[in-house]
């Protein structure tokens, strides 16, 4: 069983910058796709980023150029370095595990909230 616990999140003002990290607890760590999601009331989640084994990242378009997704596979680590946070950024962020074009795990979910 595949468990990922979330670090991280807070309250920021406008503008500011936010870091945090997902540990998983899993074997194949390094086979997953790891994500980044978040949810806002009333709202489907969304993808914020991903990151493969191998190959390309992908973002969000209304994250792109400020948000960064990273992963460190000796550490079973994937991390978001936020940028430039925008109140629109105000969500919970969720991590994501795949494999194989499915889900296989969700972190418990951090709250982000950016003030104006």
């Known amino acids: 069983?595949?468990?990922?616990?979330?670090?991280g999140g807070g309250l920021v003002q406008l503008g500011g910058s936010?870091?945090?990290s997902c540990e998983v607890s899993a074997t194949f760590f390094s086979i997953y796709t790891m994500?980044?999601?978040r949810q806002t009331p009333g709202k489907q989640r969304e993808?914020?980023?991903?990151?493969?084994?191998?190959?390309t990242t992908t973002y969000g378009d209304s994250?792109?150029?400020?948000?960064?997704?990273?992963?460190?596979?000796?550490?079973?680590t994937v991390s978001l370095q936020m940028n430039s946070l925008k109140p629109e950024d105000t969500a919970v962020y969720y991590?994501?595990?795949?494999?194989?074009?499915?889900?296989?795990?969700w972190g418990q979910g951090t709250q982000v909230t950016v003030s104006s």
């Open 1 to 7: 069983q595949v468990q990922l616990v979330e670090f």
């Open 18 to 20: 936010l870091r945090f």
């Open 35 to 37: 994500g980044w999601y």
């Open 47 to 55: 993808l914020v980023a991903a990151i493969p084994r191998a190959g």
């Open 63 to 76: 994250v792109k150029g400020r948000f960064t997704i990273s992963r460190d596979n000796a550490k079973n």
């Open 95 to 105: 991590c994501n595990a795949a494999y194989a074009g499915g889900s296989i795990g």
